[in-house]
């Protein structure tokens, strides 16, 4: 097997006897030529496309073009290869270029979809009063000079903090329980979270109409909405926080029970705060699933176009409802809205993301400097304490001979 | 070591049983435990209570409905008149196109991750496909339904009139021959809203596989190279086989995914209630989408026939869902307790 690894003149080094530095040798095994055979295949596959598109095939759009240019570019490169290789490195190159190519169609088309948003969403984001007014005064038939979404914003924002008081303290001490506990009982609770973490988000919704609103009575409002994006998320932030508590290492918590701290204080001072980058993460990715989701508001929440700033009662719709809504009206304007909405929802679930890798994103155990200089200070504080007190009770002790 | 510590340490020492290493818990320590329970045990009759009251809602309608409810292809709840015998397949076919168009993309994304992203890109690539999980479905959906449905004509025409021969390729009474054919029957189909979807699982998926991959140890890799293998070798011969149980399980999370996508696939498609095949064809539906349409609801007995439908839509996932956590779960040996 020659063929990855080209011979190559041999490197200076101090064993060559010239002298002078060592050279580090590179041992990547892409040589010029592999580059021309690419560059080749690419140039001929886009001209005998072109020529096919203008001579033989007549009417192709620029999609046939594209499809029939990339075909021929990887014929072509196999045959060039298979010039001066064996099979398995024709394999090789082919798979080489199909997963670049995967991976480029992939991420290109994620974030054309994402671009897409944001360059029709460029409309209705140029007037400031988008971000400030409600949909109060404004008709699906004014201009985007009047009316906003501040309502949704609010709304969004006092759902999401409604779920997060519920899911934040049951989902970490779910997965406090899950890892705390012995028996057959944490382990049924593990299998039931897990396969709830893709619960549909409408059937979570549609749970909070038949209990909260249907059973117990309570209107459409931002408190039913918060309570369905809450089940939604329940689970997701459980599964999350579960797995990375049980990445603590045991020998701090084995440490801490050894020095004679009860289950409690070890949990609390030893294992939460280890892991607390990771629930951070936890947290706030389950929010921005939690915070984008329609169906779960779609029943619940109810629609209105002024600022309610009453969960308990009258409808409160959110961001993505707001957006689901407008989208569905036939008026320029409001799709312009729809889009300005969903590039504020985008803007959301962004910032959500970048807290979560700037505050989390760490291995359990693992400190950023700052958190290393609180520690080392809360050690010097407890030092000067453990000193204090020795030199109370030394002096309390003198007393008592004395 | 471990046996010995546990067996008695003479025979001349008698009767001597192995010690109790339990610990008189403390009262903190009982509340604790019991907040904890507390906390472990809301969050399964929360998990539990959603089939129970989905159930209790729905039992007025399957009453009514019966055996019906499985082989009705309408929704007329109001005629008693109803039933999943379209929704479910279609529900299916638009997951099934989704996850067709997804796995193999997502599995490109993943390998180029883990195996040919140059080490100074992988952090960012990894922050953009965990990102892109987070990007709403209606984002998807607008996009679907602003974009991709007026794009997607040509490329359907093409398909159904090259491979029209194939089964669920095909349209039917599409009119190629007229030049004022009516192209909007390729619009709203089964084939958008699967491509959609696929958008919306990919991210999801892909996750899953790389982390599957990267888990691929590297003394086997290293032992592949060693052995003569090209990078294709070593992936087929040890990160693809290491990754299976990953490949399947994010599959199936991303089928459950998709099984259960309302808002972007009810943005996207023009619903029908009798079940078509023809994938290309305008008119799908998925009982997502009728939940998305229909949750405004009109009397009590077509809301409580939403919740029969619901109650379908639950158990068809949880099932997928059930199974994905297994299969993922069996393949991350050491992690679990």
Same mark, same amino acid.
């Given at each position: ?83 001066? !290789? ?78 997060? &008081? ?60 918060? &309570? ?90 959110? &961001? ?56 080392? $200070? ?11 007190? !020795? ?12 | ?31 604790? !435990? ?22 209790? $809602? ?66 960012? &690539? ?212």
């Amino acid at each position: 097997m020659t063929t990855t690894i080209p011979p190559q003149a041999p490197a200076r080094t101090a064993f060559g006897g010239t002298g002078g530095p060592e050279i580090r040798r590179v041992t990547s095994a892409r040589t010029r030529a592999d580059v021309v055979v690419l560059l080749g295949a690419g140039a001929a596959g886009l001209s005998l496309a072109a020529l096919l598109a203008t001579r033989v095939i007549p009417a192709v759009n620029l999609g046939g073009f594209v499809v029939i240019a990339y075909v021929l570019f990887l014929v072509l490169y196999g045959v060039l290869v298979s010039l001066d !290789q064996d099979g398995r490195a024709v394999r090789d190159r082919l798979a080489t270029v199909t997963v670049h190519s995967i991976a480029v169609l992939a991420l290109c088309a994620l974030l054309f979809v994402v671009g897409f948003t944001f360059w029709r969403g460029r409309e209705a984001l140029g007037h400031l009063n988008f971000f400030t007014s409600d949909m109060r005064l404004a008709g699906p038939l004014d201009p985007l000079t009047v009316g906003g979404i501040v309502h949704a914003m609010v709304g969004t924002l006092i759902e999401i903090t409604i779920a997060l &008081l519920i899911t934040v303290p049951l989902g970490l001490g779910c997965a406090m329980y899950l890892n705390e506990a012995k028996g057959a009982l944490p382990k049924f609770v593990r299998t039931v979270v897990e396969a709830m973490t893709a619960l549909p988000s409408i059937v979570a919704g549609l749970f909070i109409y038949a209990s909260v609103i249907l059973t117990f009575g309570l209107t459409r409002s931002g408190l039913a909405a918060g &309570l369905a994006i809450g089940v939604m998320i329940l689970p997701i932030i459980s599964r999350a926080s579960d797995v990375v508590i049980r990445l603590v290492p045991g020998s701090l918590r084995e440490a801490s029970l050894a020095m004679g701290a009860s289950q409690w204080r070890t949990a609390l001072h030893v294992v939460l705060p280890t892991a607390r980058s990771g629930l951070t993460t936890a947290v706030l990715l389950g929010t921005a699933r939690g915070v984008g989701e329609v169906s779960p508001v779609l029943t619940t929440a109810g629609f209105a176009s002024a600022v309610n700033l009453n969960p308990t009662a009258g409808p409160m719709p959110s &961001l993505p409802l707001v957006t689901f809504v407008f989208a569905s009206s036939p008026e320029h304007t409001m799709i312009a809205r729809a889009f300005g909405a969903a590039v504020a929802l985008l803007a959301l679930v962004f910032v959500l993301f970048a807290l979560a890798r700037v505050l989390g994103g760490r291995p359990a155990g693992e400190l950023s400097p700052r958190a290393m200089r609180n520690r080392a $200070r809360e050690s010097q504080r407890d030092l000067a304490r453990f000193n204090a007190r !020795q030199q109370a009770a030394a002096q309390m002790g003198a007393g008592h001979e004395g | 070591m471990a046996a010995a510590a546990t067996e008695p340490p003479s025979p001349s020492g008698g009767s001597e049983s192995a010690r109790r290493v339990k610990s008189a818990a403390g009262g903190a320590d009982q509340a604790f !435990q019991l907040s904890l329970r507390a906390a472990g045990l809301a969050v399964l009759i929360i998990m539990g209570g959603i089939g129970l009251f989905l159930f209790f $809602r729905a039992s007025p309608a399957l009453a009514v409905a019966g055996f019906k409810f499985l082989t009705t292809q309408a929704w007329e709840p109001d005629a008693h008149n109803f039933g999943v015998a379209a929704l479910i397949p279609l529900t299916v076919l638009i997951a099934g196109v989704a996850v067709t168009f997804a796995v193999p993309l997502a599995t490109g994304v993943a390998l180029y991750i883990s195996e040919y992203a140059p080490r100074r890109l992988r952090r960012g &690539l990894i922050n953009i496909v965990d990102l892109m999980a987070a990007v709403p479905g209606v984002v998807f959906g607008l996009w679907g339904l602003y974009f991709l449905n007026p794009h997607i004509i040509p490329l359907a025409r093409w398909i159904s009139s090259t491979f029209g021969w194939l089964p669920l390729l095909g349209v039917h009474d599409a009119d190629t021959d007229n030049p004022f054919e009516n192209l909007t029957i390729y619009e709203s189909s089964t084939f958008a809203a699967g491509i959609v979807v696929s958008l919306v699982i990919m991210p999801t998926i892909c996750s899953v596989m790389r982390e599957s991959f990267a888990q691929a140890p590297v003394g086997e890799r290293e032992g592949a190279y060693a052995l003569g293998a090209t990078r294709w070798g070593m992936i087929r011969s040890v990160v693809l086989p290491f990754g299976r149980g990953g490949m399947i399980g994010g599959t199936m999370l991303g089928l459950g995914r998709a099984l259960g996508e309302a808002i972007a696939v009810y943005m996207v498609i023009t619903q029908v209630f009798r079940f078509q095949p023809e994938i290309l064809r305008s008119g799908t539906n998925s009982v997502g989408a009728l939940l998305a349409n229909r949750a405004g609801g009109s009397g009590p007995f077509a809301v409580s026939a939403l919740f029969a439908a619901a109650l379908a839509l639950f158990g068809l996932t949880l099932v997928v869902n059930f199974g994905a956590a297994q299969i993922v779960a069996r393949t991350r040996s050491g992690q679990t307790s």
